[in-house]
């Protein structure tokens, strides 16, 4: 019997957190975040205590939650001996059982994607339900393998490969419940499902049709595209576990009197500017970070923030500012230190220096560059014909080196771009222009076809 599952989407880091009903009025929670707002109320709406928190790899992109529900709903905290966690938790390896009252839990080493990892097979008696394959086998695809260490990729893959292979040769009515999921950078396929079966992963996953290793290794290391810069520091946060929150705490932002919030700016602090692009671009704190809050927050707040520097806000009054704490807080940035009291209206009011940039149509770029800084593959697929590419999470490296000629920044819509053109402001660079849109609307606008390759 296939007990209810609840998947938990965090649609801005493209994961799924899995909550199992053990029937009892216990649950198991498989890849739970640090923001646990979506899982308590899971867990509640169903009558629900978490019993077991089990995580299948130390992420890289998230912190976990499980040591919050260890101290919430003291779940025991379910983990890859071999991941050398230093919190309490019970360390298993390979082949290991976990009863859950009626149901099963096994672990299956599954190294790849890192060292330590574990899939988690379910099992009612002695029939197989499903596997909770965190970063191993995905729907479409299998999870990146240059995380742990990029001189390790290939060897990692090779590892990847044979634990594909492992999983494979569970019966096809298996149920595949991955963690990463479309949207996510650990590597699943745009548009793919949240969950599969084995059978079905067999049938259709490139990857699983790949017979020979050395193939495998060469198509899955040559997908592999750029990751945020956060990245590479979770993976030992988790280890040692994070801190413990006052959940109750974390809200809303302490607001700043202008003045404030000018003495913090010029000492160093980095002032974030989370409205929507239309209204940062009419006017915003010059030297602002544009990173618009939406459900990709925390990535591009993680990839172009330090995570050491005090953090101001600047947000409309309609805002939800406890979304971006949280955000935040799941990605282990915790040095946001207030929001501007009365935003960008008390800052004008108070005779502050105010910047804006221009926001332009397809048939408004007069000449001008195009600096185009989507992902490597968004641009290969179609761009604006002459345009140059750079990486958003790239650009802060080189942006001192670009010509400060007149340039149209432009991405897929328009929120990346802003935050491109918020990072070349911060440079020194002027006369910066957002495009509306991206490249189909240019294409539509003008009539003109896009240009293909890199």
């Not at 618009?292 to 927050?297: E, G, T, V």
């Not at 971006?324 to 800052?347: N, S």
Request: charged share 20%.
């Amino acid at each position: 019997m296939v007990p209810e599952l609840v998947p938990v989407v965090d649609d801005g880091l493209g994961n799924t957190t899995w909550l199992v009903d053990l029937g009892d009025g216990r649950a198991l929670v498989v890849d739970a975040p640090r923001d646990l707002r979506a899982v308590h109320a899971a867990a509640r709406q169903r009558g629900l205590t978490v019993a077991y928190a089990a995580d299948s790899h130390l992420h890289a992109d998230f912190l976990t939650g499980a040591v919050q529900l260890a101290h919430d709903d003291g779940a025991q905290v379910l983990a890859s001996a071999a991941g050398q966690r230093e919190f309490p938790h019970r360390g298993l390896a390979d082949g290991d059982e976990v009863d859950l009252g009626g149901l099963t839990l096994r672990a299956l080493g599954t190294p790849g994607h890192t060292d330590e990892h574990l899939a988690y097979l379910l099992a009612d008696g002695e029939t197989p339900v499903g596997v909770f394959t965190g970063g191993s086998l995905i729907v479409g695809a299998a999870a990146r393998t240059d995380l742990v260490d990029p001189g390790r990729t290939e060897e990692l893959a090779r590892a990847q490969y044979a634990s594909l292979r492992r999983l494979a040769t569970l019966p096809d009515h298996v149920l595949v419940w991955p963690t990463h999921g479309a949207g996510s950078f650990c590597s699943a396929p745009p548009g793919a499902a949240r969950s599969s079966t084995i059978g079905r992963e067999k049938a259709t996953n490139p990857l699983l049709a790949v017979g020979d290793e050395d193939a495998f290794v060469a198509r899955l290391t040559g997908s592999l595209g750029s990751y945020p810069a956060y990245f590479r520091r979770l993976g030992e946060v988790n280890r040692r576990g994070p801190a413990v929150l006052d959940t109750a705490s974390v809200g809303r932002p302490a607001p700043l009197p202008v003045g404030d919030v000018q003495r913090l700016h010029a000492a160093g602090a980095l002032v974030v500017d989370v409205r929507p692009v239309p209204d940062y671009a009419r006017v915003h704190v010059p030297g602002a970070l544009s990173i618009p809050l939406r459900a990709q927050f925390a990535s591009w707040l993680g990839w172009l923030a330090d995570p050491d520097l005090p953090v101001v806000l600047v947000a409309n009054p309609d805002q939800d500012l406890a979304d971006a704490v949280w955000q935040a807080v799941k990605i282990g940035y915790e040095q946001l230190v207030g929001v501007l009291d009365g935003g960008m209206a008390a800052w004008v009011a108070a005779g502050r220096p105010v910047a804006s940039t221009e926001l332009v149509g397809p048939d408004h770029l007069g000449g001008r560059r195009i600096l185009d800084v989507r992902q490597d593959a968004e641009f290969a697929a179609g761009h604006v014909p002459g345009a140059e590419h750079v990486e958003l999470g790239a650009l802060a490296a080189v942006a001192d080196r670009l010509g400060n000629g007149p340039t149209v920044v432009m991405c897929g819509h328009g929120e990346r771009a802003a935050g491109a053109a918020s990072l070349l402001e911060r440079a020194g660079h002027r006369d910066l222009a957002v495009l509306v849109g991206g490249p189909e609307d240019w294409a539509r606008g003008t009539g003109r076809p896009l240009t293909s390759g890199s």
